[in-house]
């Protein structure tokens, strides 16, 4: 087993962010590379109208994304549990906190979320899109996803607990796997090759869901062989029904937050298709907001992760003011990096929308002024991020969640709402909309931020069996007193 790195809770701040930041950054970068892929593939060999290929792809990754961020979130809570454990070198309860979060996932996915998603995968669609052409697309590659997903939810288990450890190269390594077989596998399939037939969009689905399933056994081996920094499970290993329900509890509002941010963009779908410039607004806003706006959320999720990370483990250390401290460099660090990007959004928006191979004249307009606004609007985000990161590193989930519901759903929907009660919805106003919530998130998250009570959270162990296994549980302030 390999050992938990010290670097985390001594030496340099910059250091232990560096650290962690670069590879989860990269990691986020290289997961996000097979969407990009599919995309310029499907613009490329799909030809319909104002990129309807492009289009429900769009619509359709936005609805699974819903689902996935909800479920990534609870794992949430497996990695605060995780990062504590891995500040107080207690591998034996690394591994039980994540082994039991692999158990619980794996029947709750297979039982709940497979059969739910396959048979509301259509009502979803026609919800969000009446457009004939982008609905041909989407439902079959949603269908797909749902019903053979399992280790596409999998990986960010098997990432967020090898990040929590201070490990971020393992899932670094699984993801340029994953990448590689996904890259691969959707460039025979979509375009067809040989004796291939052309699938489309199709084989896009197919290329994200064959390839996760390779990384997710390969991680397994690799702690299972005892090559890894999370410890195969002692003998007798089992479920521990307190420790799920505390994973649950941290990890709810923390799903719930995901939901709520991209609910906001599953509806903002919807009212873009009725601002009057229907499959171009959407084509628009699945390359700019889901592809070229990753070149600042890949990042920023990465500072985000390394954050919670850093903060865990000095919480777990005891050294919450150095967590507090290195949470503020991660965000400096996004701010610069975005800062960056929001000058290549606005110097070059038409040639980044030309390598999607988009030619309609009305889908380069809208992508041009939707990128404008996403430059501002990732350098707030990339802020954002990284904050939230450290304040639910250290187990505080109820207020962010209470943040995403203010800024996506009475900001961004209840603006483009009220737009569109008063007659004035148009796609630039709705534009305007995503920067105006992503502004708003920013603020709300620095007040919480400058708060002081969010990483003085206390979680006490209890033993529970004759094993020696672990729980955790909250600790009041008055139990603190007494103690």
């Known amino acids: 087993m390999k050992p938990f790195d010290p670097d985390i809770t001594r030496g340099s701040v910059f250091r232990s962010v560096w650290k962690l930041a670069w590879p989860l950054a990269l990691l986020y970068a290289v997961n996000g590379i097979h969407g990009l892929v599919d995309h310029l593939l499907v613009g490329w060999w799909v030809r319909d109208p104002a990129n309807a290929g492009n289009a429900g792809i769009g619509v359709a990754w936005q609805i699974f994304m819903v689902v996935s961020v909800f479920v990534a979130s609870l794992f949430h809570g497996a990695n605060v549990l995780i990062a504590r454990a891995a500040g107080r070198r207690n591998a034996r309860e ?157 990890g709810v509002p923390s799903g719930i937050q995901g939901v709520l941010l991209n609910l906001g963009g599953v509806a903002l779908m919807a009212y873009i298709a009725r601002a009057g410039q229907g499959g171009a607004a959407l084509a628009a806003y699945a390359i700019c907001y889901a592809q070229l706006f990753s070149l600042v959320t890949w990042v920023a999720l990465g500072l985000r992760s390394a954050a919670g990370a850093v903060m865990g483990q000095n919480i777990g250390a005891g050294q919450s003011a150095r967590g507090r401290q290195a949470v503020r460099t991660a965000a400096l660090l996004g701010f610069c990096w975005s800062g960056g990007i929001a000058l290549v959004f606005w110097a070059a928006a038409r040639p980044l929308l030309g390598l999607f191979g988009v030619q309609d004249p009305q889908t380069l307009e809208l992508g041009e002024a939707l990128l404008y ?31 995403a519901f203010v800024s996506q759903i009475l900001v961004l929907i209840g603006g483009s709402h009220l737009l569109y009660e008063a007659g004035l919805l148009n796609t630039f106003r709705l534009w305007d909309m995503i920067l105006a919530a992503q502004v708003c998130r920013l603020l709300l998250t620095v007040y919480l931020f400058r708060l002081p009570h969010w990483s003085e959270l206390v979680f006490e162990t209890d033993s529970l069996g004759t094993h020696g296994s672990q729980a955790a549980r909250p600790v009041s302030a008055e139990e603190r007193g007494k103690a």
Not at 106 to 124: D, I, M, R, T
Not at 377 to 391: D, E, F, P
């Open 373 to 403: 606004r996403l430059g501002p609007a990732g350098m707030a985000l990339a802020v954002t991020l990284a904050l939230t990161g450290g304040i639910q590193g250290a187990g505080e989930t109820r207020r962010p969640m209470m943040i």
């Open 94 to 250: 690394v591994s039980e906190i994540f082994f039991t979060a692999l158990a619980g996932s794996v029947v709750f996915l297979l039982c709940v979320v497979a059969p739910l998603g396959w048979l509301s995968a259509p009502a979803l669609i026609a919800w969000l899109t009446d457009d004939a052409g982008v609905r041909a697309h989407a439902l079959p590659y949603l269908r797909i996803l749902f019903a053979l997903g399992t280790p596409v939810f999998l990986m960010y288990l098997f990432t967020g607990a090898f990040n929590a450890c201070g490990a971020p190269k393992t899932p670094l390594f699984l993801a340029l796997l994953n990448t590689a077989l996904n890259v691969l596998v959707s460039a025979l399939l979509i375009p067809g090759w040989g004796i291939l037939t052309p699938m489309g969009t199709v084989g896009a689905a197919l290329g994200t869901v064959i390839a996760p399933a390779v990384s997710c056994a390969a991680a397994l081996a690799l702690i299972l062989r005892g090559r890894a920094i999370i410890p195969p499970p002692a003998r007798g290993w089992r479920i521990r029904g307190k420790m799920l329900s505390l994973i649950a509890a941290i």
